[in-house]
């Protein structure tokens, strides 16, 4: 064979063995040049390093339009598309977002409120990945103004008492929400004298401007509240008591975790190893829901301005990642977000 064969061989294509035996070569023969060979070792070094799959370059999310859900969505996809991946974010309300990740129609959803979704796990424990605990000492239940709080509505036994101020409503959020049902099942049961009660049904925005409609009026109203989430920086508001049997224990305290279709993780290693990194802070998301509502902003470019102003939380974060490509993670963030 001449230098111009061995020359013109695509190392892209060597295998392992082949590639030994040109290195046993280069001992008994001057055809490959020493350069050559560095240069086969560099190209079977980088195939180790290959890309994920096709598949795994878009990564899609399940969003039911929370504003806490938002951030951290921003968060992950950010991350991800300084790393090389395409990203896309579907507005789908819960129970169509557990059914999707089911059918493996969307790879991830970092909103899986625990126990409020319950039932749902339940449902589909065998058909999806729960990846991670992705946020600690979260409040979900029932809240009011602080002054109807002072007015005596310190516990869910406390608002048939005030019926007619409520108007019999308490304000949900989207229809089909597992804390709805809650709501409705209690309703339903008559616990706490409260069967002529109806749930409103809307989305968090509408919600919320009920809210504040009835704060600027200092009316009565009693919504589902939670934090991480502004509400608790720009309305005055207490979370209700007693509500363990529909919300657990601690004013609904909860926990949130990533969860993925199933295998997903062991296809898109790379991807799943970043999702199982990502770990938040009620801080955190409370600053970036904050920053995307006060600046009237995406919360994606909000999360990239939050990160850009914490760099330390990439250390973790990309622990053990890469780019799409294979190069290291760290370089390629830090590049892209200017830092």
Known sequence: MTQEQYMSISFFTLKPNRLIQLFKLAFTSKALSWASIAAAAMFATGSALAAEPAQCKKVTFSDPGWTDIGATNGVA???LETL???????LLSVPVGFESLKNGEIDAFMGNWMPAQKDFITKYQSQIDVLRTNLEGVK?????PSYVYDQGVKDFSDLNKFADDFRHRIYGIAPGSPANENLQKMIDKNDFDMKDWQVVESGEQAMLSEVDRAIRRHKFIVFLGWEPHPMNVNYDIKYL?????????????ATIHTLTRKGYASECSNVGKLLGNLKFSLTMENEIIDAASKQDTLAKDAARTWIKAHPQVLKDWLEGVTTYSGDPAMPAVTKALGL
């Open 241 to 253: 008591s007693g509500g363990d049997d529909y919300f657990g224990p601690n004013y609904g305290g």
């Open 140 to 144: 979900f239940t029932l809240a009011v």
């Open 84 to 90: 090389g991946y395409k990203t896309q974010v579907y």
């Open 77 to 79: 996809t950010t991350l």
